[in-house]
Each structure stands twice: as structure tokens, then as C-alpha cells.
């Protein structure tokens, strides 16, 4: 089905991609052309108006198919022609396809009338061919990205594919014209040339952009189908941009010299056919991307040994070593680039320039980093509150034995173990990744650990991961705050007049978290009677509830049996001791500290509460608090 799709898109995109570009170039390029031409460009007219009508009727033709396959794909086959009407009605797929397809038609009615009135109907059929085009945008991955940047996506990719349609689909009649006599020819290849090389800088311009929002990174366009396919596309790119510069600079300028003659026509034109051919396959890997999943959304399989790390420039006592590894590097790179355009200089400096290069090369060493192939595979739990505890079970039923009920590798089975287990509580923890606790887990490390890939699950070896780093955290507290900052565990949450539905969502604004005492309902009344300063300085009061316990309607509710277990492990708490304690979230969904009113009532006043949120909304938007680490 996914194979059938992508042909399908393939086809249909191809389809319009050349209507678009013949109608334009029979608008923009050919009437000067064809007016030196005389008798001799009927011919090319007439082909280049049965191009634009077969080009129109295939696009129209893969669209009717293409709507059925992708219903099929959407809704399942249950109640088939219900689901047509609702994915023509209701979808944006249905309502676009279904506009597209009105506009095919009413161009098929301007090719109609160009032959009786030529002059507008050209221009009028490629705005409406372009309008149809950039529509196509609006039923890509794109298109999905939603609010915020969701626009710029669109708006990329829209310009894409018109700079697409005015290139690749201009290239066939570009040939055609070619068969003109040789000054025609020549000056069919100048007024197309500009038009070509605005289209390619659009074509990169707005490809970086579209990589932007959906490869998202280094490791996704490496460790991912989706971004082979866009490797395989931006060298094919290449390719035809190679094609295109020979012809620019090399294959034009010989039709258009005294020198012209048809063996330069025909160079020419054999390169432009194979321009053609490599448009082709590009449109072909962009079907099979249109059906594809991102690869921001798509967890990367990384395929080298390191990967690149800027955290040797976090220790000054390599500050030096790098920077004379650079330095040594840079001047060798200068050497041999300057001495190049100098022939006596040349065969002594480039040497040198290369020495330079090969002894310090080995100092770029300190920018990379030991890397495993789940190395940039990250959590899908969310770090919520029940992971973490189902991860508590895991670590109890699985881990105990050897790394201690606390993490730190004094587990009962731990002395007769030739390598001691990890102190999982140790600052060395927090500088590994989610992926890299995830390769551990699953294949062991060497004699130290076995595998458990076949005896625990996926989804649960990601919740283990969760518990690791809550049960981390509670070793990292100073004077009630956490020195390494980890995200505050996800809970629903339901607040007055409806809003955020979990914690995550409340990202943006400082958020006061209170487990409620049933014992002293005074702190609540207190809380109530705050809402309204806490509000004016941007933050939330959100009460962790007990059954039977009257919150006040003013201030938010989390209702979660794991919710205190959860905080009570992150902060290392003792659960009984939890009611009255109270926590402080960072724009960002940071812990940032806990305290407990039994040990110190002066800490949750007023006073003290506005100033320490007042300092959370001054304070930058924590580190992530797992990063590279150098062996």
C-alpha cells in the first residue's frame, strides 16, 4: 500500500510539476523565441500544448486514483464510500485534492480556448497550474508541523515545489526549443538560464528549511530511512546541479558563439535529456519521502564509532590542547590555500601546509566522543510519574541484587562479582544519554552486565531508565536544591475553567507544586487567598489532593496515586513525610528545589515564596541534565 501511494505521488507531483513549468515556460520564455522562429515553432508550439494537456490529464487521472488508496490507508475498508464522503468533506487531503483537482479541470478549459485567444490564456492557465502546485504543499509533512513555525514549513515547502515546477518542468520543452534553428535555440537557452538559477537557490533555500523542521538533526539524517532518502535526493540534486552548470557555462554559450554548430546543439540537448532523467528520479525519491515517516520523528540508529562533542571545551585543563590542536590545523589549511595559486611556492608549501595538518589532527580527537548506536535514541514515557514507579518495580525485580537498593553498585550480590556493579547515583551517571543507558540495558556491558533485552520489555526498559534518573536526582540536593536539574515527573492536572489537562503542558510559567497535608487544610486556604499574586507573577499553584479532601475551587488539582511516590523518590523523601511538601517547577518543567514546611514553616511564606519565584522566571531555561561525556 505504502509502495502503491508513493508511485502514486510520484506520478501525480511529476504530473504537475510539468504542467506548471510548460505553461510557464510557454508564458514567460517562448514568445520571443517563437516570434524569431517564424513557421518553424508550430511544431514546438503544438507539442509543447499537447505536453501541457497530457500533463493536466495524468495529474488528474493519479489524483482520482490516488484519493480511494489514501482513504483506504486513512479509514481502513469498513464502510468504504462513508469514508470516501468524510475524507472529501471533513479531511484537509480530501479538501485540497478536491480543489486541485477543480483547478486541472479549469485549465483544461484555458488549454481549451489558448489556440482562439492565446496571449492571456497562456498566463492565465501557469497562474492557475502554480496555484494548484503550491496547494500540494498543504497535504504534505509539512503541512502537519501545526501552530507556530507550522507556517514557515508551509510556506518552504510551497515555494519548492513552484521553483521545483519552474525548473524540472521547463527542461523538457527547454529541449524541444532546442530543435529551432541555432539563434532561436540560443536564445531560447539565455532567457531560461535565469530562470533556472533562481529556481536552484530557492530549490536549497527552502530544502534547509524543510530539513530543518523534518530531519531535525545530524543523527536522523544519518540513522534514518527518511533521511537515506533525503542523502539519496541532495546527491542526485547535486548531480543535476552539476548537469546544469555545464550546460550554463560550458554547452549555452557554444550554441550561441560564431563557433555554433549542431554537434554543440546536440551536446547540449544530450545533456539536458539527462538532466531530465535525473529530475525524474528525484521525483521519485520525493514520492517515497512523502510516505515515509520523518526522520525527527523517528528514533536515529547512529552508524559510527564517536560522535562530534564540544565538551572538552567545558574543562579548562583542555583548553589549551584544543586550541593548539586547532590553531596547528588552521595554519596548515592557510599555508597550503595561500600557496597555491603560486607555482614556485607550491611544491614546498603544500607539503608543509599537509604536515601541519597531519600533526595536529590527532588533537580533534577532544571534540569527539565514544558512541554506541542508540546513542541518540531518547525516552518516549514523557518521564511521567506512573513510569517512574513502574521503573521502581523493574529496578527492584531485576536490579537490586546487584547495584543495592539505592543505586550504588552494593548490591547483596555485588561482592562476588569480578567487576563491581556501577554506582548508578554517582555524578558520572548523568553524563550518559537515554540511549545509552538503553544499549547497556538491552546488550550488557561486556562481564559487568548481562543483556535483558529478552527479559525486559521495550517500553519498560525505558521506564527503568525513568526510575534511574529519579532515583539519581535525590543523591544531587544541596539546601533544598537540585544541583543537577531533572525534569519534574508528568501528572494530569485539571484546573478552573478547564486548561492544561497534564503538568507538561504548563510549560512557559512557573508552576508551585504542594502535596496537600489533610491535616493542616489551613495552608490550603492560604494558597487560595495567594492565587491571585501567584498569577500576577506568572506562576501556578498546583495541589496534589487526597481523597476526601476539599481543594479550593481557585487552584489547579493533580489527582495522581503515583504522584507522591513518584516526587517522594526524586527528592529522596521518605513518602510518610510527603504531605506539606512543596516543590518548585522552572519555565521549562525543571525541578528546581523542594522543601518541607515540617522542617523549616518559614520557608513557604509569602514572602519568601514570590522572591524565589521571582528568581525562577529571571533564571535561563535549564541544561538538559544528561550531556556528552569524555572517557
Known amino acids: 500500500m505504502d509502495a502503491m501511494l508513493g508511485i502514486l505521488r510520484a506520478a501525480h507531483l511529476s504530473a504537475a510539476l510539468s504542467l506548471f513549468g510548460v505553461l510557464l515556460f510557454r508564458a514567460s520564455i517562448a514568445p520571443p523565441v517563437f516570434a524569431a522562429s517564424g513557421a518553424a515553432a508550430a511544431p514546438v508550439d503544438a507539442r509543447l500544448h499537447r505536453l501541457a494537456v497530457m500533463s493536466a490529464l495524468v495529474a488528474l487521472a493519479t489524483a ?61 492557465a501557469a497562474a492557475l497550474a502554480g496555484l494548484g502546485l503550491a496547494l500540494h504543499a498543504a497535504i504534505g509533512h509539512g503541512a502537519a508541523i501545526g501552530a507556530g513555525t507550522g507556517w514557515l514549513a508551509g510556506l518552504a515547502n510551497g515555494l519548492h515545489l513552484l521553483a521545483a515546477g519552474a525548473w524540472l518542468g521547463g527542461l523538457v520543452p527547454l529541449l524541444w526549443s532546442l530543435a ?13 538560464s535565469p530562470v533556472g538559477i ?67 546543439r546536440s551536446r547540449l540537448r544530450l545533456s539536458i535529456g539527462a538532466e531530465i532523467g535525473v529530475g525524474l528520479s528525484i521525483l521519485g525519491a520525493a514520492g517515497l519521502l512523502a510516505t515515509s515517516a520523518p526522520g525527527a520523528h523517528q528514533q536515529p540508529w547512529w552508524p559510527f564509532p564517536l560522535q562530534p562533542s564540544r565538551a572538552a571545551l567545558q574543562i579548562p585543563e ?24 603560486y607555482r614556485r611556492l607550491r611544491w614546498v608549501a603544500m607539503p608543509l601546509g599537509a604536515a601541519f595538518v597531519l600533526f595536529f589532527s590527532p588533537g580533534l580527537r577532544l571534540f569527539a566522543v565514544e558512541a554506541l548506536p542508540t546513542t541518540f535514541w531518547t525516552s518516549p514515557t514523557g518521564f511521567t510519574a506512573s513510569s517512574v514507579m513502574r521503573g521502581r518495580a523493574l529496578f527492584a525485580e531485576h536490579c537490586v541484587i546487584c547495584h543495592g537498593h539505592l543505586g550504588r553498585g552494593n548490591g547483596p550480590a555485588a561482592a562476588g562479582l569480578r567487576a563491581r556493579p556501577a554506582d ?11 540511549g545509552d543507558l538503553y544499549w547497556w540495558i538491552s546488550n550488557g556491558m561486556n562481564e559487568a552486565m548481562p543483556a535483558f533485552e529478552g527479559v525486559i520489555e521495550v517500553a519498560d526498559r525505558w521506564q527503568l531508565i525513568d526510575f534511574l534518573h529519579a532515583n539519581a536526582a535525590s543523591t544531587r540536593l544541596w539546601d ?47 494558597l487560595a487567598a495567594l492565587a491571585g499574586r501567584l498569577s500576577e507573577a506568572g506562576a501556578v ?91
Not at 92 to 109: C, E, K, M, P, S
Not at 318 to 338: H, K, S
Not at 599 to 615: K, Y
Open 424 to 434: 548508578l547515583t554517582a555524578e558520572h551517571f548523568f553524563d550518559h544519554a537515554d
Open 198 to 264: 533562481a529556481s536552484v537557490a530557492t530549490i536549497a533555500v527552502t530544502a534547509l528549511v524543510q530539513s530543518w523542521f523534518l530531519v531535525g538533526s545530524i543523527p536522523a539524517l544519518v540513522g534514518t530511512l527518511y533521511g537515506a532518502l533525503c542523502l539519496v535526493k541532495l546527491l542526485l540534486f547535486a548531480f543535476m546541479l552539476a548537469l546544469a552548470a555545464l550546460n550554463r557555462w560550458r554547452l549555452a554559450p557554444a550554441v550561441s558563439g560564431d563557433q555554433a554548430s549542431p554537434a554543440a
Open 480 to 526: 533544598a536544591t537540585f544541583l543537577r536539574p531533572v525534569p519534574a515527573p508528568d501528572i494530569p492536572v485539571s484546573c478552573p475553567g478547564g486548561g492544561p489537562a497534564m503538568l507538561s503542558d504548563m510549560v512557559g510559567q512557573p508552576v508551585h507544586l504542594v502535596f496537600a497535608d489533610p491535616a493542616t487544610p489551613v495552608r490550603l486556604t492560604n
Open 318 to 341: 583542555l583548553y589549551l590542547e584544543a586550541f593548539v590542536a586547532c590553531y596547528g590545523i588552521a595554519v596548515g589549511l592557510i599555508v597550503m590555500l595561500l600557496a597555491g595559486p
Open 64 to 124: 482520482c486514483l490516488w484519493l480511494p488508496l489514501q482513504t483506504r490507508a486513512m479509514a481502513g475498508a469498513d464502510d468504504f464510500a462513508r469514508s470516501l464522503v468524510q475524507v472529501l468533506s471533513v479531511s484537509r487531503f480530501g479538501t485540497v485534492l478536491l480543489l486541485r483537482a477543480g483547478l486541472i479541470v479549469a485549465i483544461l478549459l484555458a488549454l481549451g480556448s489558448i489556440r482562439r485567444r492565446p496571449a492571456p490564456w497562456h498566463a492565465a
Open 541 to 631: 499553584t498546583v495541589v496534589v489532593g487526597h481523597a476526601g479532601l476539599a481543594v479550593p475551587p481557585s487552584l489547579c488539582v493533580a489527582d495522581s496515586p503515583e504522584a507522591a511516590p513518584a516526587y517522594a523518590e526524586i527528592a529522596g523523601i521518605a513518602l510518610e513525610s510527603m504531605p506539606g511538601g512543596e516543590f518548585l517547577i522552572d519555565r521549562a518543567r525543571w525541578l528546581r528545589q523542594v522543601w518541607l514546611p515540617a522542617d523549616d514553616p518559614s520557608s513557604t511564606g509569602t514572602a519568601v515564596l514570590l522572591e524565589r519565584i521571582a528568581a525562577l522566571r529571571r533564571m535561563p531555561v535549564a541544561s538538559g541534565a544528561i550531556g556528552p561525556h569524555i572517557h
Open 180 to 192: 529551432l534553428p541555432l539563434p532561436a535555440a540560443a536564445e531560447a537557452a539565455r532567457r531560461f
